[in-house]
């Protein structure tokens, strides 16, 4: 069964745009969601992070929303920048026994 | 957060050799894991790696086939044995430190191709 389940699976933006990322997950007990950033021949890196009594949490050009009725939650990178192409993965933890992945989703921002 | 160095980067092997990951922490960490990328694909967890103890195995992997070991807090090797060419993949070394930043880091990872 796949706990945190993540689409699209690949994403295309033109530079200055919003990208957005949609997860989903199934286990209720999880009690924090982080977004990791993962370049080429790098290994995945924390990028934001949301614990479900927040709806929203900004950092810079990135927001985490949380729903926490809809079992839900997104990444926004605003004004996207060809710096950001990478590809990302949702998470989901609960007392950081144990990390479950979303597929991840690979972000080409256009010049 | 912990500095992980992983070692090798990369290897090509041969059909039904075994390769031996390290992963070294520049300090002492709670927890270490081991996954696996597959090429485009998300991460999986092999397992954890427990300090002094048999690794605790993720369903559909053994320990025949991936022997952890941990000897302390600061490293950990994972082995892949009998390899064949479905073994081709990324294999990361990830920790978790209790020191409240809550942080899962991970190393560069191990890119191996099995021939």
């Known amino acids: 069964q796949q706990q945190v389940k993540q689409s699209p699976q690949s994403l295309i933006v033109q530079k200055g745009g919003i990208s957005i990322i949609n997860c989903a997950y199934e286990?209720?007990?999880?009690?924090?969601f982080p977004w990791y950033q993962q370049f080429p021949g790098k290994g995945p890196a924390l990028l934001i992070a949301?614990?479900?009594?927040?709806s929203e949490k900004k950092e810079g050009r990135f927001t985490i929303s949380f729903n926490k009725s809809a079992k839900q939650f997104s990444l926004h990178i605003m004004d996207s920048q060809p710096g950001d192409s990478a590809t990302y993965f949702c998470?989901?933890?609960?007392?950081?026994?144990?990390?479950?992945f979303g597929s991840g989703t690979k972000l080409n921002v256009k010049p | 957060s912990a500095v992980i160095s992983q070692k090798p980067s990369r290897d090509i092997c041969q059909r039904g050799t075994s390769l031996t990951i390290q992963c070294q922490v520049d300090?002492?960490?709670?927890?270490m894991f081991w996954y696996r990328q597959q090429p485009g694909q998300s991460l999986t967890l092999i397992a954890t790696?427990?300090?002094?103890?048999?690794?605790?195995?993720e369903s559909g992997f053994v320990i025949d086939k991936f022997p952890i070991s941990r000897p302390n807090l600061t490293f950990s090797t994972l082995t892949v044995s009998n390899m064949s060419p479905e073994d081709s993949s990324i294999y990361l070394c990830?920790?978790?430190?209790?020191?409240?930043?809550?942080?899962?880091?991970f190393g560069a990872g191990s890119r191996l191709t099995v021939l």
């Open positions: 949301i614990r479900p009594d927040v």
């Open positions: 790696a427990n300090q002094g103890s048999e690794a605790t195995y």
């Open positions: 998470a989901g933890t609960y007392n950081f026994n144990k990390f479950y």
């Open positions: 990830s920790v978790w430190k209790d020191s409240g930043a809550n942080v899962l880091t």
């Open positions: 286990n209720t007990a999880f009690d924090y």
């Open positions: 300090s002492q960490v709670t927890m």
